[in-house]
């Protein structure tokens, strides 16, 4: 019999949803916002009801019964460190997904609006590999100042998504291999995944590892220290710099890197060094994780939306095809990734995870 599933992926200014039947998707949307609608709002939470209107209503709008679904998947939010997994939307998980425990973030909506729409229908509601899984071992938590360990926030979804794709084309367990994934889209993380954990990754949310369109990654911390108390900037606009203005953003202007790759087939200089900088810090990122792996790498895994580009591909092949092959999977497909997480728990494949 085929499970219907309603997944749901809020954006900081969109909605994202999807209705699949087992895997095959029926039809998804995407539900844009205006800074005017969000910005009526005091909180993240307060808009929970504003966007399960409009989720309901384009569901009402295709003539869709949300009584035929089997369940509803969110994308998870800024909760506590956990394990990879599927989770049940507990009323503790949902307590902490409220709070937003590790911040305030649209994710943190996903899962609020799966347990809503699913307790009104009588069906289950979870979220899936959220960014906060942290399977990290203990000694990649070491960062040289007890204060700060080094943390565990990155793509995690599509991160486990496509691992568990490339294990299963080849018929081996995910839990068998050992694998570098480099996700690059307006972050990048890295993160080496063995015996079906991520026990090391360069954590794309507050500056690790290579920069990105939209992150400054891991900057000298000498000198920002020195500008964070240079008296020019406020904290918020120091963290502007590495979050959202940082990486490509700062050096050309730009979060898109196709329009990097034009300006540098059109002669631009600065855009092709720039573009070459960032690929030699996303290989170095590789070989690091390769280490972290004993030089035991089974596969490399590139995704995201940056890997759509062919001569980015190629570029990091030629540094880094010594290590291990190369699989390619372009773009993120979340809602997928999302309705594949509920599935192997109602199938019996894995068992729901408590939080």
């Known amino acids: ?9 809020p954006g900081s200014t969109s909605t994202k949803i999807g209705v699949f039947e087992d895997e095959t998707l029926l039809f998804e949307e995407t539900l844009r916002h205006s800074t005017e609608e969000i910005s009526q709002f005091a909180s993240i939470v307060d808009q929970k009801d504003f966007r399960k209107k409009i989720i309901t209503d384009l569901l009402e709008s295709r003539n869709y019964d949300l009584k035929t679904l089997d369940v509803v998947v969110g994308r998870g939010g800024m909760l506590k460190p956990i394990s990879g997994g599927t ?9 902490d997904l409220r709070i937003g425990v590790q911040g305030q973030h649209a994710s943190n909506l996903g899962g609020i609006l799966a347990r809503e729409i699913g307790d009104s229908i009588g069906v289950p509601s979870y979220i899936v590999d959220p960014v906060v899984v942290d399977e990290l071992m203990p000694i990649a938590r ?11 926030i990155f793509h995690a979804l599509n991160q486990k998504a496509v691992a568990k794709r490339y294990a299963a084309e080849i018929g081996k367990p995910y839990e068998s291999l050992r694998l570098i994934v480099v996700h690059m889209g307006g972050g990048v993380s890295v993160g080496a ?3 079906g ?14 920069f990105s369109p939209e992150r400054a990654g891991g900057v000298p911390c000498g000198a920002l220290v020195k500008l964070c108390f240079s008296g020019k900037y406020t904290e918020k606009e120091i963290y502007g710099k590495l979050i959202g203005k940082g990486g490509f953003n700062a050096y050309l202007g730009t979060n898109d890197m196709r329009d990097v790759t034009k300006r540098a087939n059109e002669g631009d200089e600065k855009a092709a060094e720039a573009k070459q900088a960032f690929l030699l810090q996303v290989a170095k990122d590789i070989g690091a994780m390769a280490c972290v792996l004993n030089g035991k790498v ?21 540094r880094a095809e010594w290590i291990a092959p190369f699989t390619v999977y372009p773009g993120e497909d979340e809602l997928l990734a999302l309705a594949q997480g509920a599935l192997r728990v109602l199938n019996g494949q894995e068992a729901a995870r408590v939080y």
Do not use: W
């Open 1 to 9: 019999m085929s499970i219907k599933s309603l997944i749901i992926n």
């Open 197 to 210: 954990k991520v026990i090391d990754v360069f954590s794309a949310f507050d500056g690790d590892g290579a």
């Open 298 to 318: 089974d596969q490399i895994i590139v995704t995201g939306g940056i890997a759509y580009g062919a001569d980015v591909v190629a570029a990091l092949r030629e």
């Open 87 to 95: 989770y049940a939307v507990t009323d503790d998980l949902l307590a």
């Open 142 to 152: 070491y960062s040289g100042m007890p204060e700060v360990p080094r943390g565990s």
């Open 193 to 195: 995944h063995e015996n």
